[in-house]
């Protein structure tokens, strides 16, 4: 097995595009009103407008990218605020062990807290050294490289810290809730 076969899971072809997928019309984005939300199980609640969201600390990140349908995108080049720096803003109460991601269009979904603050999970504004265009998720969306591209949210608006799991868009439709691309978990 070669180097790059290895960074492809299974049942997975590698495209030197970016697909685009979504539900839903691609929102409009003005950097005057938008916002960034952070609520929940959490001790310091926050709202940032995009030009302070642009001001917390950032970082690139190189990863892979699985999509459910079939395809891998290797070595994107994201440029974003890592997870952790968020949770470390609002610093979550002990009792949080989830996330909820709630995107433009009313689009949802939830992950594990302890898999969002994994080193290479991010909030990209950036794709390839060029701002992250809308149809890819622009101005902001999630990126989780060890899961199903569905849980890398596009058009990220809030997260909610919870105690209890609260089910997405897809999840909710039959997909898997752990969408890990390497044991092909890619329904309920």
């Not at 691609?26 to 001790?43: Q, Y």
């Not at 009313?106 to 794709?127: I, K, N, Q």
Request: aromatic content about 12%; glycine content about 6%; proline content about 7%.
């Amino acid at each position: 097995m070669g180097v790059e076969n290895r960074r492809i899971p299974p049942n997975q072809r590698v495209t030197s595009k970016f697909p685009v997928l979504h539900e839903g019309p691609i929102p409009k984005f003005d950097p005057k009103t938008w916002d960034f939300m952070v609520e929940g199980l959490v001790e310091n609640p926050v709202r940032l407008t995009y030009e302070e969201f642009l001001k917390l600390p950032k970082t690139v990140s190189i990863s892979n990218f699985h999509c459910v349908t079939g395809w891998s995108k290797l070595d994107n080049k994201w440029k974003g605020v890592v997870f952790k720096t968020i949770s470390d803003l609002v610093k979550p109460l002990k009792e949080a062990k989830y996330v909820t991601v709630i995107a433009e269009g009313d689009y949802t979904t939830s992950l594990l807290l302890e898999d969002l603050l994994e080193d290479d999970v991010l909030l990209a504004y950036r794709l390839d050294d060029k701002p992250l265009e809308p149809k890819h998720g622009g101005p902001l969306r999630l990126v989780v490289p060890k899961k199903y591209a569905y849980k890398s949210a596009k058009w990220v608006r809030k997260l909610r810290f919870t105690r209890e799991q609260e089910l997405g868009y897809w999840e909710t439709r039959g997909y898997s809730n752990t969408a890990d691309p390497w044991k092909e978990e890619r329904y309920a």
